[in-house]
């Protein structure tokens, strides 16, 4: 991210977009203006923004439908201005990509809270660590042991000492199986002669913190009697 997010403004009624502006440019953001569902496309491109601001009601067109083009294009995190706050919009909103929405009236500063929330969440581990140091990508999971973060879906997953160093350790030999001895010796310690339930519970726990279905595990796979395979990561974990 650049050190001044382009926050794409996509509105057409200046009486919004004109002050809300200004407050984005005294907070340190960069807004590139945009009035129409066409300009917003075009802006999109150009602009290559940190986050899009994006009114329902434009002129030439939906949002919604601005919303779901962008989506086809980007990641880019966007949160949605309606007039309309009934829960169907908002539903809709959100079932199109939408990150966030926003019924309007709103105040300036609630918005830019809410674009400095999203942007502490979807900041990539890359950037934050300043050079993509070590980390491991298995589809929308991130794992970074430099710095001991993971990521899921975009978003920071807490975990616990042990469940970092558990999930660490079955990733770094990602698509063979690691011993139940292994794992607790590694995880625990060398000397350990407790039960190994304690490891099928932080498994049981790691796996629900990852949205893992043991029965289908996207994750990982038990391998019954040996120990545990972690799913084998995507091409671009470099
Ligand atoms: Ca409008």
Same mark, same amino acid.
């Given at each position: 991210m650049a050190a001044v997010p382009v926050v794409l403004l996509v509105e057409d009624e200046l009486s919004i977009a004109e002050p809300f502006s200004g407050a984005l440019m005294r907070e340190g953001f960069a807004p590139v203006l945009a009035g129409t569902a066409a300009d917003a496309i075009r802006r999109f491109e150009e602009s290559a923004p940190d986050v899009v601001i994006l009114d329902v009601g434009l002129p030439d067109g939906d949002g919604r439908d601005v919303c779901r083009e962008l989506r086809r294009r980007s990641t880019v995190p966007i949160i949605m201005l309606t007039a309309r706050g009934t829960e169907t919009d908002r539903i809709v909103g959100l079932e199109l990509g939408a990150d966030d929405y926003v019924v309007k009236p709103f105040s300036s500063g609630e918005v830019i809270a809410r674009i400095r929330a999203i942007l502490r969440r979807v900041t990539p581990i890359a950037a934050a660590d300043g050079a993509g140091v070590d980390r491991q990508v298995f589809g929308d999971l991130v794992i970074a042991p430099g710095s001991r973060r993971v990521r899921l879906r975009g978003e920071d997953l807490p975990l616990s000492r042990k469940e970092f160093d558990l999930l660490a350790c079955l990733a770094r030999d990602a698509g063979r199986v690691v011993r139940r001895e292994e794992l607790m010796s590694e995880v625990? /310690?060398?000397?350990w002669f407790g039960s190994t339930k304690t490891l099928d519970v932080h498994i049981g726990w790691l796996r629900r913190k990852l949205g893992d /279905?043991?029965?289908?595990?996207r994750y990982i796979h038990t391998v019954r009697g040996v120990g545990f395979r972690f799913a084998e990561p995507e091409g671009d974990g470099g």
């Open positions: 625990w /310690d060398e000397n /279905d043991p029965a289908a595990p």
